[in-house]
């Protein structure tokens, strides 16, 4: 096992890890060096979203992609005969598959169609019947993906990846980082809740609705995506609010991923009773109070994470706060023994897959 670094040696790292984010020259970088992720509201209008938006269903006007709640939406689908409902899905798929507040498997019908109309894996993955609740090429793409039966869960976590995650890495793997991408983490996270309460009804998305820093630079040090991020993973909880109102929701940010949940944090719906996160630089805050939720804020990080050598300040729009295991920030910290790599806390085994596993079913107590 690696062994833990020293006072020196860590403070060394902190140094060299404040100059290539530039604070250490005290020069900040501006908005303009990042382009936003994608945001409903700011995302291109396409010619499907004015041909929709020109359509009618019995004479009343769709609901605008960009604009309608989450709720106003699936309220217009409830209104609908399933058969107009399916054809309206299969005129505008691209529409359809990324509007929160649809059913889900409109949806999911939606991305299947617009994927066998791609190349390469992402065709694939229309043959593979995978469940995809978004698949949105615009702005850099954006990818969500479902394991077990969403429109029936009464537990559902989402899990937010961070820097470097593309849907043409989504379900990457090798066999020296097997649980790095989105798609395994999840995937890895359902199959031990599954297995932990086979009765349970629980449903866990790989959510990559937003765009990440693309490395670990200076946009990585700064909040800009994370809050185009966080605006849309609002409006995405708020869409599984919409068709499972009584399921408990949980979300996850992992590295750069708990910075979107951070900013998310206040504006999340009333389901979402947990966050939690691992390997986190911070949450955009100093204390869990400044988030200003109900929800209960959970945090776990590796002694071996070299994430633990990002300082704790926010300077001149770098940094990202206070670490949530520290012991002033407020978080229930939960053990990670058997992580000793920052894209490890997902593995089978390790402590850190065992305590999320129980915060998803709700099982406090088990919490260690």
Do not use: K
């Amino acid at each position: 096992m690696r062994q833990r670094q020293g006072p020196v040696r860590r403070w060394v790292r902190r140094v060299a890890l404040l100059a290539s984010t530039g604070l250490a020259l005290a020069i900040p970088a501006t908005t303009a060096l990042f382009t936003p992720g994608p945001a409903t509201a700011s995302m291109p209008v396409t010619t499907a979203d004015r041909a929709w938006l020109a359509d009618r269903a019995d004479g009343r006007p769709l609901p605008d992609p960009r604009t309608a709640t989450p709720a106003a939406v699936a309220a217009f689908f409830h209104q609908l005969r399933w058969h107009d409902a399916v054809t309206l899905t299969d005129r505008y798929p691209t529409v359809v598959g990324n509007l929160d507040g649809a059913p889900v498997r409109l949806r999911y019908r939606a991305n299947r169609a617009v994927m066998a109309t791609s190349h390469g894996e992402f065709r694939a993955w229309a043959e593979q019947r995978r469940q995809i609740l978004e698949f949105d090429r615009r702005s850099g793409g954006r990818v969500a993906e479902v394991f077990g039966d969403l429109a029936r869960a009464d537990r559902i976590a989402v899990v937010v990846p961070g820097v470097g995650n593309r849907p043409a890495t989504f379900d990457r793997a090798t066999a020296e980082h097997p649980y790095r991408s989105p798609h395994a983490q999840a995937a890895q996270l359902y199959r031990q809740a599954t297995a932990t309460a086979p009765g349970a009804r629980v449903a866990v998305v790989a959510w990559l609705g937003y765009r990440p820093p693309v490395d670990l630079g200076r946009g990585a040090a700064r909040e800009e995506l994370a809050r185009a991020g966080a605006t849309a993973l609002d409006r995405f909880a708020a869409g599984l609010a919409a068709v499972r109102p009584h399921a408990a929701i949980t979300v996850i940010g992992h590295s750069y991923g708990s910075v979107v949940a951070g900013l998310a944090a206040h504006r999340l719906p009333r389901q979402v009773g947990d966050i939690a996160v691992v390997g986190s630089p911070g949450m955009g805050v100093d204390r869990a109070a400044d988030l200003h939720t109900r929800a209960r804020i959970w945090a776990g990080c590796a002694g071996d994470d070299w994430i633990r050598d990002v300082p704790d300040v926010q300077l001149l729009g770098v940094g990202h706060g206070t670490a949530p295991t520290d012991p002033g920030f407020g978080a229930h910290v939960f053990g990670t023994a058997g992580v000793h790599a920052h894209d490890q806390y997902f593995a089978p085994g390790t402590e850190s897959l065992a305590n999320l596993t129980a915060i998803v079913l709700g099982r406090d107590a088990a919490v260690r």
